[in-house]
């Protein structure tokens, strides 16, 4: 645990440097001053009078950024509030969160998005940008004012959770959001494949008893997406892409030059479909978790640049809300505590994914998709940064999370890699409890 | 011979001999159910409830028989009189039956899990009388026991399910059962009601064959599902008359399987729709001996899994 009281000037000294951009990983020391990073030097050890926070070993990021997650304010701080859903965010080496517009009231109107930016310059542990909805009352009916919206803050367009199932709507919102180059992020799922489904559709949903929704479902919502984005010209973003037939899409569509980018989630990475077979509540989600050659096709798709970035879709449900029967509970898990721990044990550790990428993928990555400040490792940025000890073993608990929920399969699990904390403008936020 | 388990979820988790330890029992108790004072005094003391979310004739008056023969204690509880219509939730309304000191829960429910939700948090025992298009292992078991009376044996032998396998607890509890017990299932109906991969399930998997003729051509024995219409969220056939006409079992469509084969139905019945009224009530028809086996299948579930050996000589007394 790293002990560290704010100072307005100081070096972080013999750390190891991420520098995304470069795709660098160097051992060196930073300087901050007045919240920014002054000066970066390769020297492990730093000649000076200022103090001088010993980082040796550790990495040092810039701070990561979700551009998918549920802060469930306002409207069900039940389950989480801004103060606890950033504090999460801190904890899990975020600097900055998009949240989703699925809130009551929904992010449909720009006085909303005013809320909840005051909410978060009041509570936040971390940045706040608001995702607002593409249509009113994410009714996938009429789209909203999205220049009303973008003016009071907003930053991009989702109805997450759900598809825009009319065509036409989609067509108009990218169109529309294109002209004020807003990218429009699209919860991909044929509505009428996935009615009343509770998980992949295969051979585990045939035994578990479970309504399944097929792969083909994400696929075709996909495709239709694409060929509108085609269309339109505008920016069209996939959130959580979760099959192998989805990403092939991408592929190609990035190939022709299609202005698309992609996330996943890192349950989607690392937990498959057969983890069911107890009927779990918390590893119910959507898209579903689905088979082990889609995990392959996304891993090889993080290499490959068709993911653009990781998104945690950290969406947090109460206890009361999970201990009910399968297809009662809502889906979703939380997942800013946990991301990089279980992608750095997964991935990174296995020799899947070079660290530099996992770092990318959740720093300028996301930053690029959304055209958002920060996720840079240079001088004059602010210092918004995240410090990580490589070989930290931890397991996540109830009593080690801020979430307000606990609805993680991660539980009890020992993960590799532990964020020690954030500089947020260079004020420390510890993340260890 | 000991049952060592605490809940029959589903026969998925069994082992053969764990099956045959069961329809041993239940071959017992059948013994006990011709005498003249049909009642045992092996599960005296035990509380049982019956915890019924989706409405039920055979199997629950089958498991309440099950347990007077068994000289249980029996309490009842269903989602149309009870405090499920306040909204209380599955887990506060099963932790208050608990609290009454229950031993074992007998439980249907149409969500598809609920039971093993259920052995998270209960201490009773749970016996699964249903869960959503999951398991049904006591009919698996009772339909088991029907065939083996008459054959003896599974080794060899082929049965044939006919019908809505999409949305039947039934056909995926008998396809565990019977692969396990060492007999060949082939599952027949429209490709609509067909779950995806369904050939994989069961221990070396099934056959899927759509057409009737051919799907009993060598059965030595069928059974017909119902047609769920109370589960069918969308038109998954066109029209009963259809259905009838291409999946449902006629005198005429009976010819075509061998002279022997043992017609079987899980009730409750459309007749007319899967099953011809002379089919249902013809010579080869075993649907009332089912119903009969039921009773004894059930004494042998509950008596195992409250802790009671095979050859206990309670049985016998």
Redesign the interface.
Known sequence: MIDWKDKKEFWIAGTRIADPVAGRIRTGSVLIRRGLIEEISWQKKVKTDLPILEADGLLLAPGFIDIHTHLREPGFEDKETIETGTAAAAAGGYTAVVCMANTDPVIDDPSVVKYILKRAAESGSCRVYVNAAVTKGLEGVDICEYHHLKKAGAVSLSDDGKYISNSQVMRSALEYAGMLGLVVISHCEDPYLT??S?MN???W??????K?A?AASEEIAVARDIRLAELTGSMLHIAHVSTAGAIELIRQAKKRGVVVTAEASPHHLTLDESMLE??DRNLKVNPPLRGKTDIAALRAALRDGTIDCIATDHAPHSAIDK??????APPGMIGLETCFALLNTELVARGELELIDLVRLMTSGPADVLQLPGGKMEVGEPADLVLVDLDERWTPARENLRSKSSNSPLLGRELTGRVQGVFLEGKWLSAII | MQLNRKNLLGLEFLSAQEIKLILDTADNFKEVLQRKIKKVPALRGVTIANVFYEPSTRTRMSFELAEKRLSADIINFSKATSSVKKGESLRDTLENIQAMKVDIVVMRHGSSGAHKFASEFLEASIVNAGDGRHAHPTQALLDMLTLRGKWGTFTGKKVTIIGDIMHSRVARSNIWGLTKMGAKVTLCGPPTMMPIDVDQLGEGGVKVEYDLARAIENADAINILRIQLERQQAKLFPSSREYFEVFGVSPDVLKRAPAGCIVMHPGPMNRGVEIAQEVADGPQSVILPQVENGVAVRMAVLFLLAGGQAEDEEIAS
């Open positions: 009615n009343e509770q559709e295969s051979y949903s045939t035994k578990l008893g479970l399944g097929h107890n009927y201990q009910v029967e399968f297809d009662l």
